[in-house]
Structure formats: C-alpha cells, structure tokens
C-alpha cells in the first residue's frame, strides 16, 4: 500500500518533468489527463488509513473531472485553435527540465523545513505536491501558448490537490469539491476565452495579445 | 586492495568483448530477415587488419599515432576495475569509479586529438559532436553511481568502490530502492548506447559525413590502428554494459551462477541494442542533448530521492 503510493507520487513527479520539456500540445493534454488519473487514485491508497466513501467520492469524481471531463475539453478548443504545438517558448525545454529538476530538489529542501500540523501520510507527499505546483506555475510563465497555460494552471491545481491528501484525515469534504467545481467552472470560462481569442486573432499566443490594434 | 580473483573481468572482456558486436549485428540481421554476418566476424576483421600495413597522411603527428594506442590502454586499465559477479575487480580502492569514469573520457580525449590532428574538417565536426555529447553524458553516469553508492555502502566502514556496490546490490535493495535502481539504469541504458554511437544517438553503419559522429573521427585509421580502435570499441561496449549488469542485477553468491548469468545479461543486451536499432530511426541532431539531458535528469531524481532516506 505504502508503496504503491510513493510509486504513484514518484511517477507524478516524473510526469512534472516529462511536461516540462514536451512541445507537442495533445501530448501535453494526454499527459495532464493522466497525471490527473493518478492523483485521484492517491487518496483511495492512503496509507494506515481504514477505507472510507468520502474519500472514495473524492477519488472517483477527480478521476472523473481531471482525467476524462478537462481533456475533452481542452482537446475540443485546441481543435477550433488549429495549433499542434509550442513553436517559441519563452524559455527552451532543456531549461525548463533543468528548473523542474531544481525545484524538485528545492522541494524535498522546504518540505524538511516546513512544520505541518498534522501527521505526514508519506515523506514524498509535501515535495511531489510542492514541486508540481512549481512546475503548473512554469509552464505558466515559460509558455506562449494559451493552452499551455491552461495545462499549467491545471498541472498547479494538481499540486493542491496532493498538499490535500496530507491534510486528507480533517479535510471536509465539501471543501475538496468546491475547489474542484471551481477548477472545473475556470477550465471552462478558459476553453470558451481560447475559442474566442482563435476566432477572433487566428492564433493563441498570449505574447500577441499585448499589441493593440483594430 | 589486489585481487587476483578479479582477473575474470579482464579475461572474459579481452576474449568475449568482439562477440558482442557480433551479436548485435546478428540480431538486426535476423529482425530484417537476412542472414547477416557470422557472429566471430569481428575477430576476423581485427585478425585481417592487424595484418595489414597502416598509411599515415604526412600532416599528421605522432598524437594521431598515439591515439589508438592510448585509447585501448585506458579501456584495457579500466576492464581491471570492473568487479565482475561475485569477484572484486583486480584494483578496487575508494573512489575507483571516478578513475573509470576519468579513464574512458581519457580515452575518448586521445582519439579526438588523433582526429583533429588530421586536420580534417569533417574529422573536426565529428571530435566535437563526440565531445559535446559525451560531455552531456558523463554527468549521467557519476550521478548514477553516486546515488548507487548512496544506497549501498554509505555510512558502512567499507571502501566506496565499484566492487563494494557491486557486492551490497541484494534483492533486499530491490524490494527498498527498486525505484531509484530502475532509474539509474535506464539513465545508465541511454548513456550507454550515446557513448557506443549506437542508433537513437549515433549510426554505427552511416557514412554519410554530414549525420556521423563516431565514425567520422576513425576515418584515416588504417591498419592495426584501426583494429586497435575497433578493439577499444568493443571494450567500451563490454565495460559499460556490465556497469549496468553490476549496478543492477543482485548476486546469489552461487560463484558459477552469477557468472552466467551476468554474462548471459550482458548478451541480452546486446540482443536489446540490436532490436532498438532495428526498431528506430537515428534522432535529429537537436534532439540528442534532450536524450541525455533527461538520462542525467533521472539520475538527479534518483540521487535526491536516496539523499532524502
């Protein structure tokens, strides 16, 4: 059980890095969706935790929303944008895999120094989730792409989610779900802007964005 | 520390070393659905070229004639600190990993200076296409070791040598670390197949210039010169992948067992090169560094994750 856990959080990490450095946007999606498939598994394989239906709803219904709902639709808007991949980031994928390695590393620092006030379910918990919401947050500053930036907030929400699992013990919830109705209501709102901004400009660089004209 | 029992490295890698390339060769042979060359076809290139008079261009200087010779010298001395199943290599001392690792960069240095010194500009290119990537490449293998040498013999009174980690690799660190070993060996898989120019970095049968890496800087080798680099090649072909074999597969104790089955591991691998260049293309050029980057990446994962324990 214990390791089939720090397995999973091992490969989220590495799932991290793989989106780091990858350009083509449907991989990118299909990577999202899978690192979400196995963070909703995490809190079902809580260690020395007995088995419990609010955590197997929460499971469920984030395997639901992250792993099948979000790349529908973001695969459906990257359809109506017509772009296949990141062409100019502003930083280059080997730079964004060394920071990612960087933060990792950073992570597994702070997550020593951090006092939670709860029992630590696993060692690796506060570092994966640490460093995943480093990585949502690069892919944030470090794309062009607006559906990058989507993955990014979506890959940081991911991160949330797992500093969650450590608090999973006394976290309502009705908590978990609001944050991931609201997740689900600015994915949407993010789908229906990207439609728009292709519509109206012909491509989904946020860099162009800025240029005023007619 | 001398131990004579660690002659078997030696011994099995000067004499089997050639069969390797034979395998290789063989397996993509059949996966193509031809016959192939013999498996001994190596031995016999070596044997008719050590016959043969070598042809030097009058630019060139004694590097280019040190190059080759220096070249199997460095990979000769590092066969004899290669533990080899349950027998400790014939030199271990703390530290001797790093002496492996300087030794076949030692190498590689001799022949892209007997390269350059051709002043051949095809010859150039290929120096430092070999350099920059075995530059990117080196970092990979240190990590790894590190984070093996982590896992096994820190905080133990015993030497930190290759021979030490290859002894404490158990089924027990299996069932604990297996994450970071199966890290560290991929890593170790990609830099062994970059610095053998095997195919998703370097085509091993291209002679197009323009795409060559390692192939390239032999080009005005003739003669023994030539079977002295080939010879080196299929040291170095040998010696890192039972880098991989020691790291990774745990021993039983039984003496005879182990040694067949390293052996054996060892030809899977090159079953497993052969199949991987049958199966894929060469990468672009760019794509390379990403390749090898990402193999030093895993093993910083691998180093930070048992820093962590």
């Known amino acids: 059980m214990a390791l089939t856990f720090d397995l999973l959080l091992i490969i989220c990490m590495l799932l991290n890095l793989i989106l780091l450095g990858s350009s083509r946007l449907t991989a990118v999606i299909r990577i999202a969706s899978l690192h979400g498939m196995m963070i909703s598994v995490l809190p079902l394989l809580l260690p020395d935790h007995p088995f419990d239906f609010r955590l197997l709803a929460i499971g469920i219904i984030t395997l639901g929303v992250k792993g099948f709902v979000f790349p529908s639709l ?81 890959l940081m929400e991911n991160g949330i989610f797992v500093f969650g699992i450590a608090l999973a013990h006394d976290e309502p919830f009705l908590v978990e779900m609001g944050i991931l109705l609201d997740v689900v209501v600015a994915v949407f709102v993010m789908g229906i802007a990207l439609f728009h901004i292709s519509h109206e400009f012909d491509h989904i660089d946020v860099a162009q964005l800025s240029q005023l004209r007619d | ?217 032999i080009l005005d080798h003739s003669g023994p010169d030539l079977a002295f680099v080939l010879y080196a090649a299929c040291l170095k072909l040998w010696l890192l992948a039972l880098l991989i074999v020691e790291l990774v597969i745990p021993d039983t104790g039984n003496l005879l067992l182990d040694l067949a089955a390293d052996v054996g591991t060892l030809f899977v691998l090159a079953a497993v090169v052969g199949l991987v260049e049958s199966a894929m293309a060469r990468l672009r050029m760019p794509k390379v560094p990403q390749l090898l980057v990402g193999a030093t990446t895993l093993t910083v994962l691998a180093l930070v994750l048992e820093l962590r324990n």
């Open chain 1, 74 to 154: 973001l695969t459906r808007s990257l359809r109506a944008a017509n772009v296949r991949r990141e062409i100019e980031p502003v930083l280059g994928y080997a730079v964004s895999v060394g920071a990612g390695v960087v933060a990792i590393a950073a992570s597994f620092y702070f997550a020593t120094r951090l006092e939670t006030p709860i029992h630590e379910t696993s060692k690796l918990v506060l570092p994966v989730s640490l460093s995943t919401i480093f990585a949502g947050l690069f892919l944030i500053i470090a794309r062009r792409q607006a559906l990058m930036q989507v993955v990014g907030y979506l």
């Open chain 2, 1 to 217: 520390m001398i131990a004579l029992n660690g002659l078997v490295t030696p011994i099995l890698a000067l004499t089997l070393a050639p069969l390797l390339m034979g395998v290789i060769n063989r397996v993509k042979a059949l996966v193509a659905g031809r016959t192939g060359p013999p498996l001994l076809q190596m031995y016999y290139d070596l044997w008719r070229l050590l016959h043969k008079g070598a042809v030097y261009s009058e630019t060139t200087t004694w590097l280019f004639r040190a190059g080759p010779i220096v070249s199997l010298s460095t990979l000769i001395v590092a066969c004899m600190l290669m533990p080899m199943s349950d027998s400790p290599a014939l030199f271990s001392f703390s530290g001797d990993m790093v002496v492996f690792v300087s030794l076949l960069a030692l190498g590689r240095f001799a022949i892209v200076l007997a390269a350059l010194d051709t002043g051949s500009a095809f010859e150039g290119m290929g120096a430092a296409r070999e350099v920059f990537f075995a530059s990117l490449a080196e970092p990979a293998v240190l990590l790894g070791m590190a984070a093996i040498a982590k896992a096994t013999v820190a905080n133990q009174t015993m030497l930190l040598s290759l021979s030490s980690m290859n002894t404490r690799v158990s089924l027990e660190l299996w069932s604990n670390q297996g994450v970071i070993l199966v890290f560290v060996a991929s890593a170790l898989i990609v830099v062994f197949l970059a610095e053998n120019s095997r195919i998703p970095v370097d085509d091993p049968t291209t002679h197009l210039e323009l795409t060559m890496i390692h192939e390239v800087i």
